[in-house]
């Protein structure tokens, strides 16, 4: 949803005819900082504006690569082999590490191969008078800005498809990582952990699920009984079982809630509890994330939120608290404080590989894979204030 909206706000932003990416940058900043701003703790969303930000970044950058090759080419027209050199232009090497990028990034910078030759042919008219130049200037100015932009709205809906299929292009690797009878622990519910299993059994795989309940939201409750509605050989423990269980598992998965730069995981709460029990007992702990819970930021960072303290009624319930009040005291301070964290962080140190949708990588190579596809001036999205720490 993220992502749709910031193609909204691209398609419709008047760009000027120069510095038409800094113009989309802003745009797309400030209405970023206000999403960031909204929920701070769904990591995300400043994931997916970073990388709208790095896509215009990179499109620019194409543009002007192409606009350089361009003008190589006709520079050396007068050469004998003038029709070889516009089969193949000149790549600079801001164009040719842009291409390599796109290898370990789902390809939406492959029009920058594509779109080479035909904006090599531009500024080929350029032998008439000074109105009809002025003329091609402003037509050549006008072409790119629109050519900009739809080249960032592709890549745009490129990222959006890639999010609504990163579930399936995870599943497809379940095949190479669960084997035949084997035992798989997870903790809580997670969509991406449920497709991974359900394709593993379609794949002729047998093997059992222990499925810890992640009290007290017990959505482990929920993905037990969408497993055995699929079909799948289901045990469900109690949190606090899962050191006894450990010992019989042969690999523990789970989701997550985003990836830092550092490797370390925020996911759901007792998944720390579960990664120490599978590192006791030497059991690999897998984690499953798509490519958008990749967050840039390091977990010290200021504008990183690790947790989220939910509602005490989850534990207790009002009559219960209310039971527990000191009205002796004159403003009824409770006696009793329940604390209902959501989420736990996970060292990397703790995660034996991480599954994406563009691979299986270690925890010590999730920086460089950040690196590709983010910008670091794009790192802090909020405007922070000059009197700030």
Request: aromatic share 4%; proline share 5%.
């Amino acid at each position: 949803m993220t992502a749709e909206l910031l193609r909204s706000v691209i398609s419709q932003q008047r760009v000027p005819y120069n510095n038409q990416a800094g113009a989309l940058i802003d745009a797309i900043k400030a209405v970023g900082e206000q999403l960031i701003a909204a929920n701070p703790v769904e990591l995300a969303v400043g994931n997916i504006v970073r990388r709208v930000l790095h896509i215009i970044r990179e499109e620019d950058l194409s543009l002007a690569t192409a606009a350089v090759a361009g003008l190589n080419l006709s520079a050396v027209s007068d050469d004998e082999d003038d029709g070889e050199r516009e089969d193949h232009p000149v790549l600079s090497a801001a164009a040719v590490a842009a291409a390599a990028r796109s290898t370990l990034r789902p390809p939406s910078l492959q029009t920058l191969l594509e779109d080479m030759p035909d904006s090599a042919a531009v500024p080929q008219s350029s032998s008439s008078g000074g109105d009809s130049e002025g003329k091609s200037k402003s037509a050549d100015k006008s072409s790119r800005s629109r050519k900009l932009k739809h080249d960032i709205i592709e890549a745009v809906n490129e990222l959006i498809q890639d999010i609504a299929t990163c579930h399936e292009q995870i599943s497809e690797q379940a095949v190479e990582h669960i084997h035949q009878n084997e035992v798989i622990l997870t903790l809580g519910r997670s969509r991406t952990v449920m497709e991974f299993l359900c394709a593993a059994k379609e794949k002729k795989r047998s093997f059992r699920v222990f499925v810890a309940e992640g009290a007290p939201r017990y959505q482990g409750h929920v993905l037990a009984k969408e497993l055995v509605a699929r079909g799948l050989q289901t045990t469900l423990i109690t949190d606090s079982a899962v050191f006894a269980m450990i010992s019989r598992v042969n690999m523990v998965i789970v989701g997550a809630h985003a990836v830092m730069a550092n490797g370390g995981v925020i996911a759901p709460v007792g998944l720390n509890m579960v990664a120490l029990a599978a590192q006791r007992h030497a059991v690999p702990f897998v984690v499953l994330a798509g490519t958008h819970k990749l967050c840039p930021l390091y977990p010290h960072n200021p504008e990183v939120l690790l947790n989220e303290l939910k509602s005490p009624s989850e534990l207790l319930d009002f009559g219960e608290f209310s039971d527990c009040m000191d009205f002796g005291s004159g403003n009824g301070s409770p006696l009793l404080h329940v604390v209902n964290p959501a989420f736990d962080y996970v060292p990397p140190k703790l995660v034996s590989l991480f599954i994406t949708d563009t691979g299986g990588h270690n925890p010590s190579y999730m920086y460089r894979l950040i690196a590709d596809y983010y910008s670091a001036d794009d790192l802090v999205v909020q405007r922070r204030p000059a009197s700030g720490n």
